[in-house]
């Protein structure tokens, strides 16, 4: 009866989590933001399931930490994200293939 309780009975393990979520804002030309969340924590699981749930969990708790530090870290630095635009550029700077280039020999050759 014994053997037959220990069946029954899975043994409980304890693992260690540890998670991290990394954002990078651009707040201004050439200015950024790095805003980093972590956790890390032991949890007890006995099924495999048990683990993948508990996990979810932090995953949700770390997302949630996260989004309340950019806001916090936002809203005391008085700062907004900015987007990104990248100037085309200027077709007079293009070089022509028939003019000599400088720094090049004769060796060297431009393809079109």
């Keep these: 009866m ?24 651009n707040i201004a030309p050439y200015e950024s933001l790095k805003v980093v969340v972590g956790i890390e924590e032991e949890i007890e699981w006995s099924d495999i399931d048990e ?3 508990k996990t ?23 700062v907004n994200e900015s987007k990104v635009f990248h100037k085309k550029p200027d077709d007079t700077k293009d070089l022509d ?16």
């Design 51 to 53: 683990r993948k749930r």
């Design 2 to 25: 014994a053997e037959q309780k220990e069946v029954n009975e899975q043994k409980v393990r304890v693992s260690t989590i540890s998670k991290s979520v990394e954002r990078i804002f």
């Design 56 to 78: 979810k969990n932090w995953t949700k708790l770390l997302l949630n930490d996260f989004n309340e530090t950019v806001e916090d870290v936002f809203g005391n630095q008085d």
């Design 97 to 112: 293939a028939d003019t000599p280039k400088p720094g090049l020999d004769d060796l060297d050759t431009l393809e079109e």
